[in-house]
């Protein structure tokens, strides 16, 4: 399914435009680019963006897609599209707008986060024929069944060329001092320093990137526990990193992302090392490639594993996803993604470590 | 790779065009246009705003030049013209075509506004810094967010940030929420800067904070 021809009218979440100062219900990339979006929106859209540049596709955007069905407000916007025919929603998972007339395409980009998950499994529980009208969804395996029919729009992978030019950010040595999570992720978050500062592992690197919905799968935190607990030990197989968790809300910084972590460590029952631990830390920025060099990465399935570059993944020697749920479709959409295959391990709530 | 090029003439005795050097591109060229007996017919900065070259990404949108002709432009029609970069003297465009445009010269500068209105240190839109959004992601990469949060402060409110603002924006610079520049132009909005509203450097100035 070509998505990205001559040009693509794209339209973001209605939530999203509250805050915008916009030039009216058509709009270009220049009018969004520096305004402040949630952080997976704007990843989707530079995504998308560095991909039409590639590909040459004029993108205008639409601002409420809804009021353009019929009448004389779709008349206006006919008369204004040209030889546009596809148009791709981004949708945060609470509605999902499509053009009639148009091929449309969808892009659920906050994967991970709690809300929003919940939201979309609404959603298509509430309309699942939304899905039907789809031509194609990027980086994404939504299905529904349908009068006995399973529904899945066809995949378009979108991937990033390079990683973005970011800051380093910080490592943070794992502990859990007190009971009491949020204490806890303040106290480790005072404790932390630049990447490049970081004493070095000097043992092979197990990179997992967590999401709130990762952190609510039990199997998933079971298994991350005890690996915790093997790898904060002096002698331990590897050095874990995790990285944090986005959570929704402008406040929530890295103490707030280690106190979810950790509160969701703790409700495993698992004893977890009360000092400090280099041999377990938490990271606030994707690490490099080279980092991961002959290291390994796990991936719960509801990674959005699209906002790191390719490079990433090259680097590691081993990938593996793991979570408690079915694996298949996030297994096969990110084996496409990649390129090759990639292992999964469906794990129990009695499971004890990543690598089982 | 040093770009440059020729736009036009104007009537009011300026060669218009733009110069950079895609490899250095923190580096302001200085240009020179010659005339076909290699007579020297303008020099000066390629140092201007312009936004299409800012559209364009070409030096953040800050490579245009404006040069006085020491000639009738109208003598110059039809003639080849050779425009180089001073210190290599590597030719960046030649073109015995160029358009001449009906273009008066520059107000002259009767007042201190007038002045501003045409020194290209000063920024007279915050919006002139649109394209540069990789050189402020720059200096986050090379200095952290929290940094760039202290120096924004400095840079457009002239005085450092109190603990909630600095904390607030490093999570959303952080977080991906703003993007540099637009954190720029959030501090901008604010009504402390609208209130009394400061000259803020430009790209062109040497003493720009976030240069490379």
């Not at chain 1, 079971?222 to 093997?230: C, D, K, P, S």
Request: charged share 20%; net charge neutral; aromatic share 6%.
């Amino acid at each position: 399914m070509n998505l990205f021809g001559p040009s693509l009218l794209v339209s973001i979440p209605g939530s999203q435009l509250e805050a915008l100062t916009l030039p009216g219900s058509l709009f270009e990339w220049r009018d969004l680019r520096d305004a402040v979006l949630a952080p997976e929106l704007r990843t989707a859209l530079n995504l998308l963006v560095q991909e039409a540049v590639a590909r040459r596709t004029a993108l205008r955007f639409v601002a409420r897609p809804e009021i353009f069905t019929h009448g004389a407000s779709r008349a206006w916007l006919d008369a204004r599209l040209g030889d546009t025919s596809d148009h791709l929603a981004l949708t945060d998972g609470h509605t999902l707008r499509t053009i009639p007339g148009l091929r449309n395409h969808v892009f659920f980009y906050a994967r991970g986060l709690a809300r929003p998950e919940a939201a979309l499994r609404r959603l298509l529980g509430v309309a699942p024929e939304l899905l039907t009208g789809m031509a194609s969804q990027v980086n994404g395996a939504l299905a529904v069944r349908l009068c006995g029919r399973s529904i899945r729009p066809p995949a378009v992978m979108l991937r990033f060329a390079s990683a973005p030019v970011g800051e380093p950010g910080l490592r943070v040595p794992f502990a859990l001092p007190v009971r009491d999570a949020d204490r806890a992720g303040k106290a480790c978050a005072e404790a932390a320093v630049e990447a490049p500062d970081a004493p070095p592992s000097g043992r092979p690197l197990h990179y997992v990137p967590l999401s709130e919905a990762a952190l609510a799968d039990d199997a998933f935190t079971a298994a991350l526990a005890g690996l915790v607990q093997r790898c904060a030990l002096a002698n331990g197989p590897e050095c874990l990193l995790l990285g944090l968790p986005a959570l929704e809300g402008e406040d929530a910084g890295p103490a707030q992302a280690i106190a979810a972590v950790l509160r969701a460590l703790a409700a495993t029952g698992a004893t977890l090392p009360r000092a400090r631990s280099w041999g377990v830390r938490f990271a606030t920025a994707t690490p490099d490639a080279g980092e991961l060099a002959g290291g390994r990465i796990t991936l719960h399935p509801t990674t959005d594993f699209w906002r790191f570059a390719p490079t990433l993944f090259e680097a590691a020697q081993e990938i593996r996803i793991a979570g408690g749920g079915s694996l298949a479709s996030f297994r096969a959409l990110f084996s496409g993604w990649l390129g090759r295959e990639v292992t999964s391990t469906r794990l129990r709530p009695s499971a004890t470590g990543c690598a089982a | 790779m040093m770009r440059g090029h020729v736009d036009t003439l104007t009537t009011g005795g300026f060669a218009e065009g733009w110069a950079f050097d895609s490899a250095e591109p923190d580096r302001i060229l200085t240009v020179r246009l010659f005339g076909p007996e290699e007579e020297e017919l303008a020099l000066g900065l390629a140092h201007l705003y312009r936004a299409d070259l800012a559209e364009a990404r070409y030096r953040h949108g800050w490579c245009a030049f404006r040069l006085r002709l020491s000639r009738d432009p109208a003598g110059l029609s039809g003639q080849r013209l050779s425009l180089r970069e001073a210190e290599s003297g590597n030719e960046l465009h030649a073109s015995a075509d160029l358009p001449l445009r009906e273009r008066p010269a520059l107000d002259l500068c009767a007042s201190v506004e007038a002045v501003i209105s045409q020194d290209p240190t000063v920024l007279r839109n915050l919006q002139h810094l649109c394209g540069c959004g990789d050189l402020l992601a720059g200096f986050v990469a090379r200095h952290g967010a929290a940094e760039f949060v202290r120096t924004a402060h400095a840079y457009v409110l002239a005085r450092t940030a109190d603990g909630a603002s600095q904390a607030r924006y490093e999570r959303m610079l952080r977080g991906g929420a703003v993007t540099p520049f637009g954190l720029l132009l959030l501090l901008a909005e604010t009504e402390e800067f609208r209130a009394q509203p400061r000259l803020l450097a430009s790209p062109a100035d040497p003493g720009f904070v976030f240069a490379g």
